[in-house]
């Protein structure tokens, strides 16, 4: 027996000596000392020893356990520097390289304006509501008192998909379906993209962005109208802006109106901005009609309420200074890094 440990010993040593790497020196380490290792059963076997030889071949495979054990452990340091000092030399970095440039992007000036529009309304107490781009008609049309023979229905102003759906041509419908599903004190904008069959200028595109605003309460009037929206002019284009209301027609509200504000750039002296006007035109706006309330399941008799809706892209290119609407569509890297 004690040859026999002696010479896995020595076996060991042998194998341990021309390890070059610590995936074989831990295979050594399983062939001699792991659960099925050489030395391992060995020692299983020392039950059939006398109670003489017991302690003394006891005493040897501890010895010798721990001598391979130490070897292992100053052999696998050895190793684990070789291959630092392996890794360092293979991962010299030259610094004196030119780098390479990160490009870093920027937000597109009408997602600026829009989060801008957003945070002013949610501090009036304001949710943001979203809905489909593909509408039934009767969202789109018939629950916002449009007529069935206006022109806005026409196939030559709308993307018809069927009879009954479109692309919205306006965010009002998702209005209609807070005002279905919700009960009143509403207050909510919808912003998002909209359709019409516009040709491609300079001031269209058949793909737009629009945002409209919804206040339900009991006692709503145009004074909460006029209040709010001149509010937001000046929060919008700065504390000086004065607004102005011209009566306008829409079938969704009634009375109606259409606001201006002075000039930002001039102030209203008249410039390139404001066509020399002095004002500009910025949303179309009115009391919301007792017709629409009703499709829309609230009582006309004991709830009111103000609608608004604008342009997007317009907002934007007149606040950038931008003179060609499809600048905000081509996506061109050295249009949009201009708004950084
Ligand atoms: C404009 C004018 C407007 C509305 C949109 C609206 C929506 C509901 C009920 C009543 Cl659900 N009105 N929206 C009202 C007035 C004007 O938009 O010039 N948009 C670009």
Redesign the pocket.
Known sequence: MELEIKLIRDHCLADLNEVEELKALDNVRIKYLGKKGALTIALKGMGKLSSEERPIIGKLANEIREEIEQNITQQKQALEQKEMEAQIREEVIDVSLPGKKHLSGNLHPLTTTINELKEIFLGMGFTIEEGPEIEWTKYNFDY?NVPKEHSARDLQDTFYYKDDIVLRT?T?PV??RV?QERKPPLRMISPGRVYRTDEVDATHSPVFH?M?G?VIDKGITMGDLKGTLDLFAKKLFGEQTKTKFRPHQ?Y??EP?A?MDVTCFKCGGVGCKVCSNTGWIEV????M??PN?LKA?GIDPDVYSGF?????LDRIAITKYGITDLRLLFENDLRFLSQFK
């Open positions: 916002l306006q009002s209005q209609v005002m629009q409209e919804l829409f969704f509200t109606s259409e949303l179309g706006c009115g919301v009609h629409v829309c609608a608004f809706g604008l342009g």
